[in-house]
């Protein structure tokens, strides 16, 4: 196995003084790998992906990404992980007052892309979610499905080596929910380390060489310990015998 | 000035308000206020100064039993060294000036008039040489400095232009409360932009730009349209103001003044600017 790109070691989350939602995770995810995260509704699948696209702190435990401890790290130098990572949002979190064109842009431009850099891949990547000529309308004019379209190609467009989607398929149509998969899996036979939150067994079962990630009342389930132990990874500093 | 020159594609991120919100108008009545009090500070102090200079070496001798012994006076005056001019107010004109206070009976022949002499010293001329060689010759004869019968208003002067420009101060703290009242509101209106734009990556320094080019931009614009009409305003009323001129010796602002006046909306944008960057920068350091 590659190395790992997420690290989770005995990782807690609790919002304020209340219980917690995520308890003692304690799993690896090797680079390029693709992963389907499941679980009843409640399990904390929502939180366990604040805390991998980093809107989240652990409140306790140990949980790195790409290599490098983040629990701790501080505040400034998480922009630059961020954007390596691109996220599909359930909600799609697309700007309103912004054009199709101008969403799929923007994480380019906050990479720092010139103009002359943006225009050809987003024109590309719109053509390929189907919304060519889509791209000067306003999300509030296009259709739910239209919508994730949208927040897809921004979440791939800057070619991020993590991609975390919440549901991406829930809002289109079964042909497009295809086109998606086809996408991701390219993306990830590019190298593209995948994580999926569905509910969708369809979705899980044609994508063949997939990891499951199972949710359940904050826990994660892994019964064979294949996500704590991967085959191949090297053992974690904390298992290191002196 | 980097900050007003940004890609169309920022500028759709966060929609200008230009004049329709209230950051301009609230700019532009602060700094009219602003640029009217500040010209009544610079014209009192102008006047202060123009008042202390002229009375700065001039003195009085006041005989009170009449002007019998005035030429004495005189003449011990003018054999002073460093008394530059010595000359006695006409009875006449003291009589027409009794006449305006008293009426008919202060024009009265048998009316005691005091005598009294302006003496004008050159700089730095020892007045006290000359105050001796005064009682000396003319004993119970008063040698005063203009400065000190006019003491009282210069004070009442200087304290007025210190109150002008401390409500200069005040305004301008007033403004920057409202700036980072109306930074905030702005991070509250764009905030799922915001949410998205770090979700992606952005920095704080990305982010705030954003606000801080749209607050510099309404600040400018209000502050300069605040000061052209404050500054109208100034002209129509100083225009007609030869009365002031004529009394005080120089106009109540000359152009060092105007040109401070004219810089005042630039400091009012910088002003804004700086307490804005702070302000949004204090509230997204508050999120992740």
Do not use: F, I, L, R
């Given at each position: 196995m590659a190395g790992s790109i997420v690290e989770f070691d005995r990782v807690g989350l609790r919002y304020g003084t209340g219980a917690e939602v995520l308890r003692d995770l304690d799993f690896r995810l090797g680079e390029g790998g693709f992963y389907f995260l499941t679980g009843p509704s409640g399990a904390g699948k929502t939180s366990l992906l604040k805390l991998l696209y980093l809107a989240q702190r652990p409140t306790r435990g140990r949980m790195s990404l790409f290599g490098d401890e983040l629990a701790d790290a501080p505040r400034d130098a998480l922009p630059g992980y961020r954007r390596r990572i691109g996220v599909v949002f359930q909600d799609f979190r697309l700007i309103r007052h912004l054009s199709a064109f101008d969403n799929v842009a923007l994480p380019l431009r906050i990479a720092g892309h010139d103009e002359a850099e943006v225009e050809g891949p987003v024109r590309e990547m719109l053509a390929w979610v189907g919304l060519a000529d889509r791209a000067s309308a306003r999300p509030p004019t296009l259709s739910g499905g239209e919508q994730q379209r949208v927040a897809i190609a921004r979440a791939v467009i800057a070619r991020p080596e993590l991609v975390i989607a919440d549901e991406p398929t829930g809002n289109v149509d079964a042909a497009m929910a295809q086109r998606i998969l086809h996408l991701l899996t390219a993306m990830n036979r590019l190298g593209t380390t995948v994580i999926v939150a569905t509910h969708d067994l369809g979705l899980i079962a044609a994508t063949p060489g997939a990891q499951l990630i199972r949710l359940e009342n904050g826990i994660l389930v892994d019964p064979t310990g294949a996500l704590r132990h991967p085959p191949g990874a090297p053992p974690r500093p904390s298992e290191r015998r002196p | 000035m980097k900050m007003f020159f940004v890609s169309d594609a920022d500028r759709r991120l966060i929609p200008s308000s230009g004049f329709r919100g209230p950051v301009p108008l609230l700019i532009a009545i602060m700094t009219f206020v602003m640029v009217v009090v500040a010209a009544a500070g610079l014209a009192l102090a102008n006047t202060a100064s123009v008042v202390k200079a002229g009375v700065e070496n001039r003195y009085s001798i006041q005989i009170a039993?009449?002007?019998?012994?005035a030429p004495a006076a005189v003449a011990a005056a003018r054999e002073t060294p460093g008394v530059a001019r010595v000359e006695q107010v006409p009875p006449e004109d003291l009589r027409r000036t009794l006449e305006r206070w008293l009426g008919p009976a202060g024009a009265e022949a048998d009316l005691p008039l005091p005598a009294i002499i302006d003496v004008d010293l050159a700089p730095g001329a020892d007045d006290r040489a000359v105050a001796r060689k005064v009682e000396q010759a003319v004993p119970g004869a008063r040698f005063m400095a203009h400065r000190t019968t006019l003491a009282p208003l210069l004070d009442a002067l200087k304290g007025l232009t210190l109150l002008a420009f401390g409500l200069v101060l005040l305004i301008a703290m007033a403004s920057a409360a409202a700036i980072v009242l109306a930074a905030r509101g702005a991070l509250d209106t764009h905030r799922s932009t915001i949410e998205v734009m770090h979700g992606i990556g952005a920095t704080d320094d990305q982010v705030a730009m954003l606000f801080i080019r749209q607050i510099a931009i309404d600040a400018l614009l209000g502050g300069i349209a605040g000061a052209v009409v404050a500054g109208l305003i100034l002209a129509a009323i100083l225009g007609g103001a030869s009365f002031a001129t004529s009394l005080a010796g120089a106009p109540p602002i000359g152009w060092g003044d105007a040109a401070i006046l004219a810089l005042m909306p630039i400091a009012v944008a910088l002003l804004a600017t700086l307490v804005a960057r702070s302000a949004l920068f204090r509230a997204l350091r508050e999120r992740l």
């Open positions: - | 039993d009449g002007s019998a012994k």
